[in-house]
Nanobody
Framework: VQLQASGGGLVQAGGSLRLSCVAS????????MGWYRQVPGKQRELVAR???????TYADSVKGRSTISRDGSKNTVYLQMNSLQPEDTGVYFC????????????WGRGTQVTVSA
């Protein structure tokens, strides 16, 4: 399974970005898809994730400003981020989890989001 993310870039504070991630290499629907963020010197942290037919989880830092959604038929996940702030800056990684006989986790290569003050 390969995850290809797009939509990152440079935006001014208060602006918006929409990240997209497409999973390929499988005909099965991923159980979970989501986004994590990493900044230099820190661990990768959850931004938002969505479970097929189940709950959505957001980091407290993005609640009310971001919306995650997915197109299950296309194994695609989106992250709409509004009212961006400099602290949202980081590399955003797409994440996917599949269950066949066991759980398997997959990561995309990351897309840079930079929010200028």
């Amino acid at each position: 399974v390969q995850l290809q993310a797009s939509g990152g870039g440079l935006v001014q504070a208060g602006g918006s970005l929409r990240l997209s991630c497409v999973a390929s290499g499988t005909s099965l629907s991923l159980l979970v898809m989501g986004w994590y963020r990493q900044v230099p010197g820190k661990q990768r942290e959850l931004v938002a994730r969505i479970t097929s037919g189940g709950p959505i989880t957001y980091a407290d830092s993005v609640k009310g400003r971001s919306t995650i959604s997915r197109d299950g038929s296309k194994n695609t996940v989106y992250l709409q981020m509004n009212s961006l702030q400099p602290e949202d800056t980081g590399v955003y990684f797409c994440y996917g989890r599949m269950f066949i006989s066991d759980f398997s986790d997959f990561w995309g290569r990351g897309t840079q989001v930079t929010v200028s003050a």
